[in-house]
C-alpha cells in the first residue's frame, strides 16, 4: 500500500474543496493518507521534497488550483511524480481529458512538463488551459464580485448573456502571432488557449492539442457581429461549432501569440482574475 500526500484548495468548487477531497478516504481506501490546506503551506517544493520518494503526491482542486499549484512550484519540469484528483466546479482540464469529477487520481506530469507562459503587467505565470480576454475575463471579473457578497454558486453563463447584451463594451485588437500582425474591430472574445476547454466547458479552440507533436497555441478571435447575432452564435462554443461562423470567428496558431486592445479589460488565466489589461503575450 502507497502513502499519499494529498493537498487541496479548501475554497474550490464554491468552498466544498475539502469536502470533496475527504472522497478520496473511500477511492483510496486501503492506503494511508495525509491532508494539507494549500492554503497553509508557505514553501510548497520544499514541502513535497520533505516527503520520502517513494511517497505520492496528490493534488486536489479545479483548473485554478492546479495553475496555483503548478507556479508555486520551483521547476515542474522536473517534479517527481504528481497525481491530480478534479474536485472543482469546471474541471476543464480533466473534461478535456476525456475524464470528470469524481474519477479517480491521475498522473499529470506530463501535462505539466513545459508548460507555456503568459506575461501580463510586467509578470509571467504558467498556464494550464488557456488565457481569457474580453468578455471571459468580464464575467470572471463580474463572479469574483459576487463571490465577495454571497456563498451562492456563480452562474457564469447568465453573466455573459447580461454581459453581452447589456454591460460588455467591445474593443479593437491586434494580435501578432509569430510576427505576423492582424487587426480586428469590435471583439468579444480573444483567448489563447493550451487546450480546448475553459470557462466550464466552452471549446474555443476545438482543434487545440496540448500534446501536439506540432505543439503550439491557439488563439480564436470572435468579433465584429452585432449583440444579437453574437448572442445566436455564442452557445455554439461549448460544442465547438462557432468556428462554422467564419465572418465572426478566426482561429490562428502559433509559438508566440501577443494579444493587445485599445482599452484596459479583464483577463482570466485558467479562472484567475487579473484586472485592467491591455496586453498579453504568450508563448511556448
Known amino acids: ?4 500526500h494529498i493537498f487541496y484548495n479548501p475554497l474550490a468548487g464554491n ?3 475539502e469536502a470533496e477531497t475527504r472522497k478520496l478516504d473511500h477511492i483510496l481506501e486501503g492506503h494511508t493518507l495525509h491532508y494539507y490546506s494549500l492554503l497553509e503551506v508557505d ?3 520544499t514541502k513535497i521534497a520533505s516527503f520520502p520518494e517513494e511517497d505520492r503526491i496528490l493534488l486536489s482542486g ?3 488550483t492546479l495553475n496555483r499549484f503548478v507556479n508555486r512550484l520551483e521547476n515542474p519540469d522536473q517534479m517527481r511524480d504528481i497525481y491530480y484528483y478534479a474536485s472543482g466546479s469546471g474541471n476543464d482540464f480533466f473534461a478535456d481529458l476525456g475524464k470528470k469529477k469524481g474519477d479517480e487520481p491521475i498522473l499529470v506530469n506530463e501535462y505539466i512538463r513545459k508548460l507555456p507562459v503568459v506575461t501580463v503587467n510586467g509578470k509571467s505565470y504558467r498556464f494550464i488551459n488557456g488565457v481569457g480576454y474580453g468578455i471571459d475575463g468580464y464575467c470572471c471579473e463580474v463572479g469574483d464580485s459576487l463571490r465577495e457578497k454571497s456563498d451562492k454558486p456563480i452562474n ?3 453573466i455573459a448573456i447580461k454581459g453581452l447584451l447589456f454591460h460588455y463594451k467591445r474593443t479593437s485588437a491586434t494580435v501578432t502571432v509569430d510576427g ?7 471583439v468579444w472574445l480573444a483567448p489563447t488557449m493550451n487546450g480546448r476547454l475553459y470557462g466550464g466547458g466552452m ?17 480564436m478571435i470572435m468579433y465584429g457581429t452585432g449583440k444579437l447575432h453574437t448572442l445566436m452564435v455564442f452557445p455554439t462554443i461549448f460544442k465547438g461549432e462557432h468556428v462554422k461562423h467564419r465572418k465572426m470567428v478566426e482561429v490562428l496558431t502559433g509559438k508566440t501569440i501577443t494579444v493587445e486592445f485599445d482599452k484596459p479589460t479583464a483577463l482570466q488565466i485558467d479562472g ?10 504568450a508563448t511556448l
Open 62 to 64: 479545479g483548473d485554478g
Open 180 to 186: 505576423e500582425t492582424h487587426h480586428y474591430r469590435k
Open 15 to 17: 468552498s466544498t474543496g
Open 156 to 158: 457564469y453563463t447568465g
Open 1 to 4: 500500500m502507497a502513502v499519499y
Open 43 to 45: 514553501n510548497l517544493s
Open 272 to 281: 484567475e482574475t487579473v484586472r485592467n489589461v491591455t496586453k498579453y503575450t
Open 203 to 219: 471549446i474555443p479552440t476545438p482543434d487545440q492539442k496540448r500534446l501536439g507533436e506540432d505543439r503550439k497555441l491557439s488563439t
